[in-house]
Each structure stands twice: as structure tokens, then as C-alpha cells.
């Protein structure tokens, strides 16, 4: 059965075909088909082709992880004819999908082949990111829903919720390989609404942020015109430029941060304050610290380096930022326009 297209019409078959008038199918040959290399069970019973790639798979498998499978197998079956025969490839009944190939093959090799692509001897597995959004899309697809829990899981562990986790890249790569920000794009464009899992998007969208002259490049040179919808476009100029005034206003409330503990330290502490703005204007360290990836970094340390103020004062300044860099993850979803239900209304990040 061809689900390929809605052409009725059967591909002329090579001369070397034959039809067995007593079943109604079609025997062919594989002129034209290539044999997967890793999906050719010699016991499998059925045959599914997709992009002139042949797979040989169980058809009682597919048919119990999946409900779409199963029911994909009742019609071909009963659709077959003397004059609309099913088409045969060694004795195996062939169903055509107008899949990719190559995301059919992940997804066989799983449910097929046994294929664990996230644990070996209960080590972690780095998994690619092209490997994930096929599981996910064609798990989604075809309703197999343990391949979709799985494969989003393991991308939850990319682009988290978790503050800790996101700003732990040696973590983060344990479980993903993820070329950027065509990832984050994919994951924005199609694997978050796809699976309706917003809790993928604000670390997605700041990925894009923080290369975003790469993301400029990508979408404008996508074929046909944007690679990103001018809403999401919109989420990562303007997130970007929100983070920006952020990490500004946190080192104006550093200045400002300082306590009186004594009489005299409004006016001296202050001074130090000020005194320690001019310097870094001067030596340009303030442009460094107001880049948008600095909204979550604690600055106390470095804004006070050149001149400390008294000790209390320093503790007060080091309780803001902190509390800054903490309601700056919180607030995250709200940056770029966008709600996440179970967001985390707490965290704690690194120092």
C-alpha cells in the first residue's frame, strides 16, 4: 500500500515481476529499492519502504507499540485486489510511507532492533540532537508513545527548566549533542509544539540569544524565506534586549545595594560605590558586565573588585545579586513572551 501519495495508480513493475493471481499480490524486486543496512530482519514479514529504502521488520511488533501501524496493516491488507494487488518484496507484504528514511530507520531501530540509545551497561549515552527530533517526531507521529517519553526526556535534560543543570554545560553535554542554534530553532519551530512542551522553550529561545548572529544567518538564509516564524524572531530580539537592561539595572542596584550600619557609612560606602562605577567606566569593564548573559551571573565580586566597601555592606550587595540572578531565571518565560506552566517558582544557581 503507497501512503506516499494519493495517486491510485501502481508504479509499472520491471518484467521480471510476477503476479499470483490466487492471493491478489503483486511480487516485485527491490530494482531501484536498497536494502536497509541495519532494518533487514530475515525473518521479518512485512517490508516498509520510504525514500527507496527497504526495511524488513515484524509486523506483530510495529503493530503492538503502535496503534497507527496496526491499523495502517488492516487496510493494506484488505485494500489488496486481483486488479489493485499488493505489491510483494521476498514474500513480504510492501507498505510505502512518505516518511524519511532516515527517521524511520531510528525509529526502527528501536522498536525492531532493540536499539537503547540512551544507556550502555547503565552509563548514560550521549545521544545527537537529529537522532532525538526524530524519535520525537515520528514517536508523535505514529503514536508510540513510550519512543516519544523517552526521546523527550532526554532533550529535557538539554534545554531544562533547571537552573543549575543549564548552566552546568559539562552536565548538559553528558546527554546531548546539539549543533547551535539550528537545534534550538528545530526545537522551537517544531519539537516544542509539536509535543506540546513549553518547558522547552525559554532555554531554546536563550540559546538563540546568546548566538545571535548565528540565528540571523540561519533564518534569513532558510530556502524559501524565514526558518523562524517573525513572532519567534521577535522573542529572541526582544529577549535579548530585555536581558541586556537587566544585567544594567543590577549593577546600578549593586551601587546602590549598601546599608548603614553605622552613622558614617551611608557617605562612605556610597562614595566607594560611585567610586568604583567611575572605574569601571573608565577601563570599559561595564560593557562586559551589561551583556545579556550577564543577567544571571553574580557581579558583586567583580563590581566591588577595585574598591571594597565595609563588610556589612558587602554581605547586603552579595544577598541582591544573588536574589537578581535567582528572579532573573524565574522570570525567564515572561522575557521572551511566553507561558510555561510548572516553571519553577524557585531555584538555586551555581556561584
Given amino acids: ?52 529504502v527497504a526495511f524488513r521488520i515484524h509486523k506483530s511488533v510495529l503493530a503492538l507499540h503502535s496503534e497507527v501501524f496496526r491499523d495502517l496493516f488492516v487496510v493494506s491488507s484488505s485494500a489488496s485486489t486481483a486488479s489493485d494487488p499488493m505489491e510483494m518484496i521476498d514474500d513480504c507484504p510492501v507498505v510505502k510511507l512518505p516518511d524519511n528514511s532516515i527517521d524511520l ?8 532492533c532493540g536499539k537503547n540509545y540512551y544507556y550502555r551497561d547503565d552509563e548514560p549515552q550521549v545521544v545527537p540532537f537529529a537522532v532525538l527530533d526524530s524519535l520525537i517526531r515520528m514517536g508523535y507521529k505514529y503514536c508510540v508513545r513510550t519512543v516519544l517519553r523517552d526521546a523527550l526526556a532526554r532533550l529535557q535534560k538539554y534545554y531544562t527548566n533547571d537552573a543549575s543543570t543549564w548552566f552546568d554545560d ?49 533564518v534569513a538564509g532558510a530556502p524559501g524565506g524565514f526558518g523562524m516564524s517573525t513572532d519567534d524572531f521577535l522573542r529572541v530580539v526582544n529577549g535579548r534586549a530585555a536581558l541586556t537592561r537587566t ?46 548573559t550577564m ?7 567583580r563590581f566591588w573588585k577595585p574598591n571594597q566597601p565595609c563588610q556589612e555592606c558587602l554581605a547586603a550587595t552579595k544577598r541582591k545579586d544573588e536574589e537578581r540572578c535567582r528572579q532573573s531565571w524565574l522570570q525567564l518565560p515572561a522575557v521572551f513572551n511566553i507561558e510555561v506552566p510548572g516553571w519553577p517558582d524557585r531555584t538555586e544557581l551555581p556561584t
Fill in 105 to 112: 530507520r531510528h525509529l526502527f531501530l528501536v522498536l525492531c
Fill in 295 to 301: 543577567a544571571f551571573v553574580p557581579l558583586y565580586e
Fill in 170 to 218: 559539562a552536565r548538559r553535554v553528558r546527554y546531548v549533542t546539539a549543533p547551535e542554534p539550528s537545534s534550538a530553532i528545530q526545537t522551537i519551530n517544531s519539537l516544542a509544539p509539536l509535543t506540546d512542551t513549553p518547558s522547552l522553550l525559554p532555554t531554546a529561545f536563550l540559546t538563540c540569544c546568546d548566538l545571535f548572529e548565528s540565528v540571523v544567518e540561519e
Fill in 247 to 292: 544585567a544594567a539595572n543590577h549593577i546600578v542596584g549593586l551601587a546602590t545595594a549598601v546599608e548603614a550600619h553605622q552613622p558614617y557609612h551611608p557617605y562612605q560606602c556610597m562614595c566607594a560605590a560611585f567610586s568604583v562605577l567611575a572605574a569601571h567606566e573608565r577601563n570599559s569593564s561595564l560593557d562586559e558586565m551589561q551583556k545579556h
Fill in 1 to 52: 500500500m503507497d501512503l506516499s501519495t494519493n495517486d491510485k495508480k501502481r508504479r509499472r513493475l520491471d518484467s521480471g515481476d510476477s503476479f499470483d493471481e490466487g492471493s491478489g499480490r503483486q511480487q516485485t524486486t527491490l530494482d531501484g529499492v536498497q536494502r536497509d543496512q541495519e532494518v533487514w530482519l530475515p525473518d521479518g514479514n512485512i517490508v516498509v519502504t520510504a525514500q527507496k
